[in-house]
């Protein structure tokens, strides 16, 4: 299957490619079919009557599609341009009081962890690091007992990564939404995707969630700008949005009307305004290809078998620290390599031979991800090179 899919990818032709959880590659019929939506934009005429008919037909095709992937119903879902849109836009919407406290793990995306500062900071909140980098042992047991060494009567707000995109751990999604339902006060949970969406199969979990952001241009292979969130009923009723323009309004309605009934009912209320609609087919071509609403036992089998490898034959190298201390049941490998003080080094070296991993910030190691589009003969070349490097 692999092979057949990336003859249709062009930057898989040239080099062995592991950061896809960077931003993957966009297949050669994805970029046909946005240039074919421009097309059908521009000869229908950009803002006539006509050239609606079309995007609200694209809109609701591509929220029908992400709607049976991710397991919700289209009126909780949001289109935006990427995860830190689909996070911090709903995130400033909610009510906050002075004495309320904010929970973000040391495993979160920097962008996401300023903006929770300046979150904090304005609304005078508490802002808690939930501590997993210090775990010698990260499973599911140990994250439930250190997130509730953290959570009180005062958390208004999680905020954790389904995927860690620095250690690769899946972070156990129904067991913690099944806790914290059971404190008096519950918060709200807000889950980064961008590691899991395209990934692993998300479709019974992102219901635990009250915000669930994904993108396009990563593990989906789809084009960048573009993303999407689910908000929850609870999330859409009792907050309100941070950034507001024409498509978060029921109505372009005049200055002088009344105004205590402006916003969409549903997730649309997170909406902003003008996007770029064409992106929403290459969307949905890359999702068709991946067959990522089809997501089945072979798939997820393969990409694990392929990680676990790797992982094996890391694990011999008595240069390489593997970061978990045991193999994951998803893409992610990450690793260290002590010695090495300029982690580019490897990088550097490892992009003559055409060979793309990368260095995460915090903390600095190496992230390998194992896509299905990923051989045995591209992990058997990463290795060698790695033997030869070090």
Known sequence: MYEVLRDQIPALKNKIYFNYGGQGPLPKSSLEAIIKSWEIIQDIGPFTNNVWTYINKEIISTKLLLSKVLGVDIKNLALSENISTGIILPLW??????????????????????????????????????????????????FITEIFKYINKNTKVIIISHVLWNFGFKVPLKELRQEINRLKTVPYLIVDGAQSFGHIDINEEVLDSDVYAVTSHKWACGPEGLGAFFVSDKFINESNPTIIGWKSLKREQGIYEPFNDLYQEDARKFEIATSCIPLLSGLRQSLSLLEIDKFNEHRQSSITSLSNKLWLALDDLNSINLILNYPLNNGIVSFDIEKLTNKNILINELGKKNIWIRVVEDPKWFRVCIHQMTSTKDVNLLVDQIKVLI
């Open 93 to 142: 919407g909610i009510k906050f009081s002075s004495t309320d406290e904010l929970i973000i793990s040391d495993c979160e995306h920097p962008g996401i962890v300023a903006a929770c500062r300046e979150l904090c900071q304005r609304n005078n909140l508490k802002f808690i690091i939930l501590p997993l980098q210090k775990l010698k042992i990260l499973d599911n047991k140990s």
